[in-house]
């Protein structure tokens, strides 16, 4: 049994892949899945797919859905994974069932091989981690405050992982390959200082100087307008180094990552 939580919310099995019909069924396995392994209280999973509105006879319709979610694991080809306990449902999980755990096993992973100096295999760890995407953590699902809390973790996670893959790239010289990345980048984080800075690096080596200051005028317009505050003091160091025209094609990144390297 495999799970997918980062995108869309989908059930493989040896009956193939499935997925809930309807809106409360998709929450309710959305909030077994991001507490995995761990009891969820009949009372909690109420409050989690009504909020506020919860009907008079809720706890029947919760027995429905969690029949209905039932009928959906079993059209994968397994019946057995919910289980219930004296105050509410449990999600059982093994190892590399959910591809969040497998996600953030790789990201921890590439990491470590970064810091061990280890750039190549280092970048392939976390390009692999990052190919387990499909979209946005449970599919942007926001009903449920756990849900909501958990993916808002995981893209997090997401963006971190992408900055030190930038990093990684920027160190192996591979500039020019991810302006356009890095340029996507920052249309989907328009906040994200650290994506501005490896742009304008990336653009400078790539002999493209005009276009790297032009990035930062953009950085420092969008921080203003969004939440009034200039760049941090590292983006304006690059662009002070950008506008005298250092060499900074074999210069090392100051991260937390590089300093620890």
């Known amino acids: 049994m495999k799970y997918e939580i980062l ?18 069924t ?27 509105d919860t009907p ?22 397994h019946d057995a994974a919910i289980m219930t306990r004296p105050r509410g449902y449990t999600i059982l999980t093994a190892e590399g069932d959910l591809d969040a755990d497998e996600f953030r096993r790789l990201a921890h992973l590439g990491q470590q091989l970064r810091r061990a100096g280890q750039f190549f295999p280092a970048a392939q760890t976390l390009r692999r981690a990052l190919l387990l995407w499909g979209g946005p953590a449970f599919s942007g699902l926001i009903d449920s405050p756990v849900v909501y809390a958990y993916a808002t973790l995981l893209n997090e996670l997401r963006i971190e992982c992408l900055e ?32 501005y800075q490896y742009l304008m690096l990336a653009l400078h080596r790539s002999d493209r100087r005009a276009e790297a200051l032009a990035v930062f005028h953009t950085a420092r317009q969008r921080l203003d307008m969004e939440i009034g505050i200039e760049p941090c003091q590292a983006l304006r160091d690059l662009h002070q180094d950008i506008l005298q025209d250092r060499d900074l094609g074999s210069s090392i990144l100051v991260s937390p990552l590089a300093a620890a390297s």
């Open 7 to 24: 995108g869309e919310i989908r059930v493989h099995g040896v009956g193939g892949v499935v997925t809930p019909r309807t809106r409360k």
């Open 26 to 52: 998709e929450t309710l396995l959305a909030v077994l899945l991001a507490k995995t392994n761990q009891m969820v209280t009949s009372d909690q999973l109420l409050s989690e797919i009504w909020g506020e």
């Open 56 to 77: 008079s006879r809720a706890n029947d319709a919760l027995y429905v859905y969690i029949s209905q979610l039932r009928k959906v694991l079993r059209a994968s080809g």
């Open 164 to 195: 030190q893959l930038m990093e990684i790239e920027l160190t192996l010289g591979g500039h020019r390959e991810i302006v356009g990345q890095l340029s996507a980048l920052i249309t989907e984080q328009p906040l994200r200082e650290k994506l």
